[in-house]
């Protein structure tokens, strides 16, 4: 059995975050609502009407990443990380998500969540393939506590060995 963290600091987290218009509420993989985001807590369920209902107020187009926009983002995680000394210990971004196991001391995981997606935007941008004003991703995001280092191991295969296959390069 693994040894539980005996502080009250997390070893780590699982931060996701997710393109715009590409998760509604309603969706059939279930959703989390802002109100029911507790540990333990049950998804929302698959709701078509949800689903009608949060198309028609999407004010454009979902968000897909090809892939130099996968790398570019990668790339800001892995500079993010780096600038602000915290431990990225797995990486993976998806078409329409990105997926890391970072720590970094006592930080609370909202703004390093914040952080993640504003360098990533910010990159996109100053590359040039990024050139709407309003951000590429969907507000808030996922930070899932790590306390165990079995389940740190957990997290970081979870990122590097199960989004599905390798992405085609030539997006």
């Known amino acids: 059995m693994a040894k539980w963290n005996d502080t009250d600091t997390p070893i780590a987290y ?3 975050f997710r393109t715009y218009g590409t998760w509604l ?6 959703s989390m609502s802002r109100h029911r985001n507790i540990y333990g807590t049950s998804k929302l369920k698959h709701e078509p009407k949800w689903i009608v209902t949060n198309s028609e107020r999407m004010n454009r187009e979902p968000v897909i990443l090809d892939a130099k ?9 892995i ?15 998806r078409t329409n998500h990105a997926h890391a196991v970072v720590s ?20 996109l941008r100053s590359l040039g ?4 004003h309003k951000s590429p991703w969907s ?9 165990t280092e079995d389940s740190l191991a957990r997290a970081c295969s979870y990122v590097r060995d199960h989004q599905g296959g390798d992405l085609p390069m030539f997006d």
């Open 25 to 30: 509420h309603g969706d059939e993989r279930g």
């Open 79 to 93: 500079e993010t990380c780096e600038f602000r000394s915290w431990n990225l210990y797995a990486i993976d971004v």
């Open 129 to 132: 393939v990024w050139n709407d």
């Open 139 to 147: 507000d808030k995001g996922s930070n899932r506590y790590i306390w």
């Open 69 to 77: 926009m996968r790398s570019i983002v990668k790339k800001a995680v």
């Open 14 to 16: 699982l931060i996701t």
């Open 104 to 123: 970094a001391g006592d930080r609370k995981p909202e703004p390093m969540l914040n952080a993640l997606k504003s360098n990533a935007t910010r990159l």
